[in-house]
C-alpha cells in the first residue's frame, strides 16, 4: 500500500511540474490594455454628440421655462377675468340697488296712488249708494202756495221719489199779520191721516187749509205765514219729517219759501194772541 500511495505523489508531482513548463507567459501574466490618442475624426463626433446632448438638455430647459411662463400668463389672465368679473358684479350689485330704491320709490308713488283712487271709488260707490237708496223711495215736496180761494188756502203736496209716500201726520201753523187787526196765529195737528202720493207732478194732492171768516187774509197789508211738518212713509221702511214755511203777500201772490224758527215771546203779557177755536 505505501508503494502506490508513492507512486501516485510521485505522478502528480511530475503532472504539476510538466503543466508549469507547457503554459506561456501570457497565462501566467495579466494582459496590459494598450491606449491609442483619439483620432480628429472621434473627436468630431464625441463634440457633435455633447452638442447635441447639451442642445437637447437647452430645449428641455426652454420647453420648461416656456410652459412656467405659459401657466404664468394663464394664472395672470385668469387672475385679470376674476378682477373683471368682480368689477362687473359689483357694478351690477350697484345698477341693481339704484333700481330697488327707483322701485321702491315708484311702488310709494303707486301705492299713494292707489289708496287715493280706493278712497275716489269707495266715495263714488258710497254717493251712488245714496243715489240708488233716495232714487228708490218716496220724496215729498211742498209746492208753491196758490192763492187762496174763498177762506181756503192750497198747498200741493208733490212727490219726486220713485216709491209711493203715505202722509201718516201733518202739524200745521198759519200766522197772520195784518196792521188793521191783531196778530193771528192758527195751529193744528192731524194724525192717522195715511194719504197715499203717488211720483209725478199730475198726482199731487192738495193740502187745503180752511181760514175762519172773522180773520181777513184778502187785506191789501196782509202777510201770510204758512209753516209746519209733514211725516210720511218712504217706502223705505222709515218716516221722514219733511218741514215746510210759505210766504205769501197780496204783493207776492204765488208765494215764496221762508225759514221756520223757534219763537220765544216775552210780550206775551203785553200782547194778547187772538186763538181761533
Same mark, same amino acid.
Given at each position: 500500500?505505501?508503494?502506490?500511495?508513492?507512486?501516485?505523489?510521485?505522478?502528480?508531482? +511530475?503532472?504539476?511540474?510538466?503543466?508549469?513548463?507547457?503554459?506561456?507567459?501570457?497565462?501566467?501574466?495579466?494582459?496590459?490594455?494598450?491606449?491609442?490618442?483619439?483620432?480628429?475624426?472621434?473627436?468630431?463626433?464625441?463634440?457633435?454628440?455633447?452638442?447635441?446632448?447639451?442642445?437637447?438638455?437647452?430645449?428641455?430647459?426652454?420647453?420648461? !421655462?416656456?410652459?412656467?411662463?405659459?401657466?404664468?400668463?394663464?394664472?395672470?389672465?385668469?387672475?385679470?377675468?376674476?378682477?373683471?368679473?368682480?368689477?362687473?358684479?359689483?357694478?351690477?350689485?350697484?345698477?341693481?340697488?339704484?333700481?330697488?330704491?327707483?322701485?321702491?320709490?315708484?311702488?310709494?308713488?303707486?301705492?299713494?296712488?292707489?289708496?287715493?283712487?280706493?278712497? +275716489?271709488?269707495?266715495?263714488?260707490?258710497?254717493?251712488?249708494?245714496?243715489?240708488?237708496?233716495?232714487?228708490?223711495?218716496?220724496?215729498?215736496? !211742498?209746492?208753491?202756495?196758490?192763492?187762496?180761494?174763498?177762506?181756503?188756502?192750497?198747498?200741493?203736496?208733490?212727490?219726486?221719489?220713485?216709491?209711493?209716500?203715505?202722509?201718516?201726520?201733518?202739524?200745521?201753523?198759519?200766522?197772520?199779520?195784518?196792521?188793521?187787526?191783531?196778530? +193771528?196765529?192758527?195751529?193744528?195737528?192731524?194724525?192717522?191721516?195715511?194719504?197715499?202720493?203717488?211720483?209725478?207732478?199730475?198726482?199731487?194732492?192738495?193740502?187745503?187749509?180752511?181760514?175762519?171768516?172773522?180773520?181777513?187774509?184778502?187785506?191789501?197789508?196782509?202777510?201770510?205765514?204758512?209753516?209746519?211738518?209733514?211725516?210720511?212713509?218712504?217706502?223705505?221702511?222709515?218716516?221722514?219729517?219733511?218741514?215746510?214755511?210759505?210766504?205769501?203777500?197780496?204783493?207776492?201772490?204765488?208765494?215764496?219759501?221762508?225759514?221756520?224758527?223757534?219763537?220765544?215771546?216775552?210780550?206775551?203779557?203785553?200782547?194778547?194772541?187772538?186763538?181761533?177755536?
Amino acid at each position: 500500500m505505501r508503494r502506490y500511495s508513492f507512486i501516485a505523489g510521485s505522478l502528480v508531482l +511530475v503532472a504539476m511540474a510538466v503543466c508549469v513548463w507547457a503554459v506561456p507567459a501570457e497565462c501566467v501574466q495579466p494582459k496590459q490594455r494598450i491606449v491609442r490618442p483619439d483620432s480628429p475624426a472621434d473627436t468630431k463626433q464625441r463634440q457633435e454628440e455633447e452638442n447635441k446632448k447639451q442642445a437637447a438638455q437647452n430645449a428641455a430647459i426652454q420647453d420648461l !421655462v416656456n410652459k412656467e411662463i405659459q401657466i404664468q400668463q394663464q394664472m395672470a389672465e385668469k387672475a385679470k377675468s376674476e378682477i373683471e368679473e368682480s368689477q362687473q358684479n359689483i357694478a351690477i350689485q350697484r345698477e341693481l340697488a339704484g333700481y330697488t330704491k327707483d322701485l321702491i320709490v315708484v311702488g310709494a308713488v303707486e301705492g299713494l296712488i292707489l289708496f287715493g283712487t280706493l278712497l +275716489v271709488v269707495r266715495r263714488q260707490a258710497k254717493l251712488i249708494k245714496q243715489q240708488t237708496i233716495i232714487s228708490h223711495r218716496a220724496r215729498l215736496v !211742498v209746492g208753491e202756495l196758490q192763492k187762496p180761494i174763498g177762506h181756503q188756502i192750497r198747498l200741493p203736496v208733490e212727490n219726486y221719489g220713485q216709491f209711493d209716500g203715505k202722509i201718516t201726520s201733518i202739524d200745521t201753523k198759519i200766522k197772520v199779520l195784518n196792521p188793521t187787526q191783531q196778530e +193771528v196765529i192758527l195751529s193744528k195737528f192731524e194724525d192717522n191721516i195715511e194719504r197715499v202720493v203717488i211720483p209725478g207732478d199730475a198726482n199731487a194732492v192738495s193740502l187745503a187749509l180752511n181760514i175762519p171768516n172773522n180773520v181777513d187774509i184778502f187785506g191789501q197789508n196782509t202777510h201770510l205765514t204758512v209753516s209746519g211738518t209733514i211725516k210720511y212713509e218712504t217706502g223705505m221702511k222709515d218716516v221722514e219729517t219733511l218741514p215746510f214755511c210759505k210766504f205769501f203777500s197780496a204783493k207776492n201772490p204765488r208765494g215764496e219759501d221762508c225759514y221756520s224758527a223757534i219763537e220765544i215771546d216775552f210780550t206775551e203779557t203785553e200782547n194778547q194772541k187772538q186763538q181761533a177755536p
